[in-house]
């Protein structure tokens, strides 16, 4: 007889529960409490800047400063980070209407006024003027040189005309960057759609999942690069535990700050699995993790290195947005290795072409499902997956698929797991 254990799952702004045979483990961050006062701790973070003066020693004299900030697929205290941020610049002379937010979308889309009300608070939002980045609007680009790979980097033209340029962000394991943050806010955050044409394809882009890898990854090394040739002056990141509680704040150099915070998260979100499973089942984190499908791949992405070959990895996510762009490349193509073929042959495109591949990467070796989503059965299958109502019935199906014995394994918040296998297994 086979023993069930529960398991939650963030969905959306909620969560589910569901029963689940032969767990082999819930793969979680390792718990860690937050700070309890965020305020103080990013207070004490600009205080104590990591390889770099502090930022009203920056800002002194100067006359204009541009504070790069996350869209809404990015949860973090962007309105705390905007506040001590602006406290520096005006302790340096600097009044608020010479401060502005550049929001860094890449190829997302605009967020709504009260979506920004919600991220930062009706204070920030009254205060400061936001430029919304198109990277597709050359007009509002500037190019700032070629990296030593040859990526030509277009960048959003205000944010180079600033005296003082900050950037905001979240320190976690990244499918493609081995983290995210830091250098990331630039490119893709405000650069230009040729130069993430260039930087998203092959061969920058890792063709592997590549949660926690830095050293020796183009992908991450291309982007500092960027950064660096657009002088970044100071950034202003957080690494955050399960509960989304801030643990940590960095703050200070561009690279050296952020490496900190990445030596603080690395160990947080590392698991190390004793076995790949039959089953997997995964969760983006919530909301906004899961608004849509292009956003959750990056929890498929995990899956996929904690699954054996020829297993399936179901992929629980609400998805209020829908699919996204990519959703179409797959529902025309008669097989997914037609999608790859077409990123191998053009590489980044707006119709998120990369995103398309990814998905299409993980169907060549696996079965995936989506369960529990907004979307129509017959849209999620023309895509190559199949569609569950509940958990439940992902669970049910892959048991008449791989038998009574099939192992499974959990994880609720996949797109920022850092997943390692023993020795020997």
Request: neutral net charge.
């Amino acid at each position: 007889m086979m023993k069930y254990s529960e398991v939650r799952f963030p969905l959306g702004r909620g969560s589910v529960t569901a029963r689940i045979p032969n767990l082999m483990a819930v793969v979680e961050p390792k718990p860690v409490r937050g700070v309890g006062d965020d305020r103080k701790e990013v207070r004490r973070a600009l205080a104590e800047p990591i390889g770099s003066p502090r930022l009203r020693e920056i800002a002194r004299g100067k006359r204009s400063a541009a504070i790069v900030v996350n869209d809404i697929t990015r949860p973090y205290p962007g309105g705390l980070f905007v506040e001590e941020l602006a406290r520096e610049l005006n302790e340096a002379g600097l009044r608020d209407d010479e401060i502005f937010l550049v929001v860094a979308y890449g190829t997302h889309r605009i967020n709504t006024d009260e979506e920004l009300t919600g991220m930062f608070g009706e204070r920030v939002v009254k205060r400061f003027r936001f430029v919304h980045h198109v990277g597709s609007d050359a007009g509002t680009l500037v190019n700032i040189g070629v990296t030593p790979r040859g990526v030509s980097v277009d960048v959003n033209r205000e944010f180079m005309a600033a005296d003082v340029k900050i950037l905001t962000g979240l320190i976690a394991p990244h499918h493609a960057a081995g983290f995210s943050g830091g250098r990331k806010s630039l490119l893709p955050g405000i650069s230009g759609l040729q130069t993430l044409k260039t930087h998203h394809s092959f061969p920058f882009r890792p063709r592997i999942p590549s949660m926690g890898w830095l050293d020796g990854n183009a992908f991450h090394e291309e982007a500092l690069a960027a950064a660096k040739l657009a002088r970044v002056d100071f950034i202003l990141n957080s690494v955050d535990n399960a509960n989304r509680e801030l643990v940590a704040a960095v703050a200070g150099d561009l690279e050296a700050a952020h490496r900190a915070g990445v030596e603080i998260c690395r160990p947080i979100w590392t698991f190390e699995l004793p076995s790949k499973a039959d089953v997997v089942i995964v969760s983006p984190g919530g909301f906004p993790r899961d608004i849509d499908l292009y956003q959750s791949q990056k929890a498929c992405s995990c899956a996929e290195l904690a699954c054996r070959d020829g297993g399936e990895i179901v992929l629980c996510s609400e998805a209020s947005d829908g699919a996204g762009k990519f959703a179409r490349l797959l529902q025309e193509a008669s097989h997914p290795q037609e999608v790859i073929d077409k990123y191998v042959r053009e590489g980044f495109t707006a119709e998120s072409t990369a995103k398309a591949y990814m998905y299409a990467r993980a169907l060549i070796r696996f079965r995936v499902g989506i369960a529990c989503s907004t979307l129509r059965s017959e849209d999620v299958e023309k895509m190559f997956m199949s569609h569950y109502n509940t958990i439940e019935d992902a669970i049910e199906s892959a048991l008449k698929r791989c038998g009574e014995g099939a192992s499974f394994l959990a994880i609720p918040s996949a797109s920022e797991m850092i997943i390692t296998e023993k020795s020997g297994s």
